[in-house]
């Protein structure tokens, strides 16, 4: 297949049309605008629904409308308008619909600014909103990635009916690489749940309100267990260079990518240093990095936060190995080279 | 089982579960026409309904029909997001006061002026009901609310909203009506708007929204009786009843 | 003959339906319904009732039924 060159944000929406997206709701923020505006020219084109809400709140509860009528719905945002999108994602959880959601992430907190940041982390992976519920999230280290992700999404949202969120940064977003567009054979599956008319059935309701406390633990059990079942069946992550490896660095996304530099210079210099790249950061992949503790000598972990992903290492490795951590926190992508200096000075503390 | 024609009873379009509602509480009036316009114009199979956050949250468990519950205020975009994917459904909201003219204040105004083609069932009597009587937007400038506990003063809380009158402003509005159920009389002109305002949907002519004054008597501290008195005594005046915007093709509808 | 059913049960005893009968031939019952309630009750001895549906038009249980 014939490679295209593509900038992020327009590879993760027409993968997106190509994952059979029926309606496209969202609003204008950088640096994830170019998704919004390839939707509003493609998805009319198709015949689909495209809607530019009047804010994210409302998009969110666009994609809520359409999602509940069984169609494959999504939206996109970045950092601040993520934070409106939170009462829609927790009424999707509660409600169990499918849906995707793109968060394009930027500096913060408050406004913060437009560069690339994985500070996120916490509200994506946590549960944004309110209730005991997880959305589904996968980050992209490339546009390639954020492609195949992208459709993995829709599969996986109507699998478990559960929002499903990629989260890249604004790096992801705004770069461009050349990428193959895959033909999706995947078709949704039936939804007799979804509000469609309730000709030759009984009707259908969607709700999330359980007034008495019995009902309402009875339901959470159920998404309880789901969470459970995502978590023993969904995690993914990429390995580099991990073989022989004393110290492994876990890094997501872009600051990913970064790391796969320095760690290829340092292992030219001789030093014993791999990359466990998470690609679920809900469910993390912690089973996976709970069995590096027999091989590692000490983590570290690199993150675009002052250290979000951080804990869910530190959980995963139980005290048992020293984590350590390096993070940036002003919208800066880090260079190889700076993370190669800190290879070296972790090496120098526990390796030597 | 009296003898002759059954020429009043429960809508199919209604289900047979008694309301929580209060006793003389005009939602239940409401939800009844709801049904019986649904019967009449044969779309009950079609029809998916939008429950907002207040007292009428539980109206999937009253309607016999497809229902979405939506969070607080946000019933038009969740309307929205149905309707473009399944234009061939017939979708409402139902909303309360605080639902739609105080936290969905963006969400109706702008699926007004995008001209949705949905229909909007505003229940408007004048207090947040299931929050226990605190004071609405539609509040009346003096009126006592628990949240108001010397009456709504203006200088402090500003003017009751009218939300005919400013979504009848909104160009891609089709129909827009303000009715009571307070009297035999006004029922039957009520389910009139409404049918026009489902109507206005099934010929895709846009936005329709009909606002139904109606009584809170528990948070109002009032008999039933003496609400239905005190609304047309006090509400009808502020919120003049007719017909706010009518564009031709809803006048010529048939 | 026209007539009403009401369905005492599902009667919130709120009374509307009382004031509005052109024939004042519904009233409340001196007994309650299994709500607690007094329910509304016809009083037609003399076969008055037109079945108009003033009465059900005003329920908000839906609680009556009209024949004629």
Known sequence: MAKVLMKGNEAIAEAAIRAGCDGYFGYPITPQTELLEYMSRRMPELGRAFVQGESEIASINMVLGAAAAGKRAMTSSSSPGVSLKQEGISFLAGNELPAVIVNIMRGGPGLGNVQPSQSDYFQATKGGGHGDYFPIVLAPSTVQEAIDFTILAFELADKYRNPAMILGDGSIGQIMEPVELPEVESKPPDKPWAVTGCKGREKNIIRSLYLLAGPLEARNVILQKKYREIEANEQRHAEFMLEGAEMVIVAYGTTGRVAQTAITRARDEGMPVGLFRPITLYPYPKDAISSLVEQARVFLVLEMSAGQMLEDVELAVKGTVPVEFQGWLGGRVPTPSEVTQTIKEIRTKYLK | ?254 | MPTIVIDEDRCKGCQLCTTVCPKDLVTMAENFNAKGYHPAKLEDPEGECTGCTMCALMCPDVAITVYR
């Not at chain 2, 239940?28 to 049904?35: E, F, M, Q, Y």
């Not at chain 2, 108001?148 to 500003?158: A, F, H, M, S």
Request: proline share 6%; hydrophobic share 40%; with cysteine.
């Open chain 2, 1 to 254: 089982m009296p003898e002759g024609e059954v020429v009043f009873a429960r809508p199919a379009a209604l289900e047979d579960t008694p309301t929580h509602y209060c006793p003389g509480c005009t939602h239940g009036i409401i939800h009844r026409l709801i049904g019986e316009v649904i019967d009449e114009l044969g779309i009950r199979e079609i029809t998916v309904g939008i429950a907002p956050v207040g007292c009428a949250v539980l109206a999937y468990h009253y309607f016999n029909f497809d229902t979405v519950e939506a969070a607080h205020g946000r019933a038009p975009a969740v309307a929205t997001g149905i309707k473009r994917v399944s234009p061939e459904n017939v979708v409402f909201t139902y909303q309360g006061d605080g639902d739609l003219a105080a936290i969905g204040t963006a969400e109706i105004v702008h699926a007004a002026n995008r001209g949705e083609n949905i229909t909007v069932v505003f229940v408007n009597n004048a207090v947040f009901g299931m929050t226990g009587g605190q004071m609405a937007p539609t509040t009346l400038p003096g009126q006592v609310t628990t949240s108001t506990p010397t009456g709504r003063d203006v200088k402090v809380d500003g003017y009751p909203v009218k939300v005919a009158e400013i979504l009848a402003q909104t160009t891609g509005a089709a129909y827009i009506a303000r009715r009571t159920v307070t009297q035999p009389k006004y029922v039957r002109s009520c389910k009139k708007a409404i049918k026009t305002a489902f109507k206005t949907q099934l010929a895709g002519l846009g936005f329709a929204l009909v606002e139904v004054l109606s009584t809170c008597s528990t948070n109002w501290g009032m008999s039933p009786m003496e609400a239905l008195r005190w609304l047309d005594e006090n509400m009808i005046p502020y919120y003049p009843l007719g017909d706010y915007k009518v564009i031709d093709e809803v006048k010529a509808l048939p």
